[in-house]
């Protein structure tokens, strides 16, 4: 029962390390929160869209609002933040349909599995629009 | 001046609400504050009883002195802690194996906020914490009036309350924190770790500074660990498996002092001069994380110094807003002011004088 609160604009920061570090980028995935949930007024259009994924459980998709991390630890062990996020929405990729749909109701919804409800497009569909920004590969696990 | 920009965080969606997690805000606000000459306000409420469960880091804006971040929950609008942890409508961020408020900027102020990690499967599992690799040369970042909550039997030794890791070269005398009115515990781990901390504050070549005032750990590895730190009426209580003061490099803050722990002086490690070692301290519900203060307290009670004129923070009230006693009263240790209403008459000498002169 899950939807993700997802970036629909570019913060940017001038110095590039900071950028790439701390700044959201479009398509970047912010917070997941199940079905029921009802955003804020701020939390729509202009700074982000909506995808609802109706009867998935948020624990699902929660590895999608993780950031890269580096890849070794500091002296202490502790792994610092390459980049924000590790999964972008290739949201400027996606079928014109779905691209106007997002600009015009801040929202897409999702089909899986035997959910019976109205949606747009499938998982299966949507999938290879999530990139992987540490290996540049796309999304090819089912939920 | 800076503008302030107020918008509202409410993980239940209560009547005004901009934002329904902390998270979200923050990538929403993103921006150049010192361009835009204004000062980002999250105001946190909980209108439903609804914890706000995703962990924020505050990273990619730009700051200064004047243009700052702050995150609080407002006092006069219910959603605040009563000085101990609280669920039900009070504002609190509930993590589960995650850091709850990673820090990569340094002009922040955080006030009146409860923060729990509820579970620790991996390392690097803090309440609120900035451990950036890059530190700038100038500065302030205050984090009052929060209560954090940790677990226990981790082997994540860096499980802490608040944690400062000052590993940047870069990271100048200017840069300081300042922790004030604060309560963190249950942040333990299991042999061999045993490093988990309530307040720690670590300079591996930065010279930043930072100063823990008022503040009660408990039930931690160490209560607190510093470097370049001053660290003065806390009270460090149950912290048996470290020390309940660590100096991790360097020295200690000039100053420092007035401390008191459960311990004796040579295993307490405590800093400075008039601390109080070997005292029991009587809270009124530690079990369940209500640290005030019992009237009845002989180790904390009356034994503080008072910081309403210091020279680096100065500040008068206690984690739960009541007024410490102004300039001339003689404080408590730890993060409650044990506040008697009682008539003058009735309070004991020392108190009576100060509640006549004073109040």
Known sequence: MAQILVMARDNTHADPDTDRRGCYKRGYPVVVMPDTHTWGREEGLPTF???????????????????????????????????????????????????????????????????????????????????KLKTGTDETENL | MATEVVKIVDPD???????????????GQQQDLVTNDRIAVAKCRCTGGTADTTAVTISG????????????????????????????????????????????????????????????????????????DSWPSTGETYITNCIVKGVTDTKDYNHEGIGLYDASSTGGSGVKFFIANCVAYNFRSI???????????????????????NCTAHNCDHGFIGTNTKVTNCIANDCTSGKDFYLYAGSWISGSGYNATDLSDAN??????????????????ADNGDFHLQASDTGAKGYGLNLYNDSYYAFQNDIDGQDR???????????????????????????????????
């Not at chain 2, 700051?63 to 609190?92: C, F, S, V």
């Not at chain 2, 042999?191 to 005032?213: I, K, M, R």
């Open chain 2, 61 to 132: 804006w730009t700051t200064d002195l004047t243009h700052y971040i702050k995150i609080w929950t407002d006092p006069a609008e219910g959603y605040r802690h009563e000085g101990k942890w609280q669920t039900g409508n009070k504002y609190r961020i509930s993590i589960d194996d995650d850091a709850g408020i990673i820090l990569e900027e340094f002009d922040i102020r955080l006030d009146g906020l409860q923060v729990e990690i509820t579970n620790v499967e991996n390392s690097g599992r803090t309440a609120i914490r900035n451990w950036a």
């Open chain 2, 268 to 285: 307490s490690g405590a800093p400075g001069s008039n601390n109080r070692y070997e005292q029991t301290f009587s809270f009124v519900d």
């Open chain 1, 49 to 131: 869209v909506v995808i609802k994924i109706p009867g998935v459980p948020v624990e699902k998709v929660r590895k999608y609002i993780e950031p890269q991390l580096e890849d070794t630890t500091d002296e202490r062990g502790r792994y610092q933040i390459y980049r924000r996020r590790l999964w972008q929405f290739r949201l400027d990729d996606l079928p014109a349909a779905a691209r106007n749909k997002l600009a015009r109701d801040g929202e897409l919804t999702i089909g899986v599995g035997d959910y019976t409800g109205d949606y747009d497009y499938t998982w299966t569909q949507v999938r290879s629009y999530l990139r």
């Open chain 2, 13 to 27: 969606n209560g009547s005004g609400t901009d934002y329904t997690s902390l998270s979200a805000w923050e990538a």
């Open chain 2, 325 to 359: 006693g102004g300039s001339g009263a003689q404080w408590d240790i730890g993060a409650d002011e044990c506040v008697v209403s009682l008539p003058p008459q009735l309070l004991t000498p020392q108190r009576s004088v100060q509640h006549m002169l004073v109040r």
């Open chain 2, 191 to 213: 042999e061999p770790w045993q490093w988990a901390a309530g307040f720690d504050h670590d300079c591996e070549s930065g010279s930043s500074s930072a100063y823990f005032y």
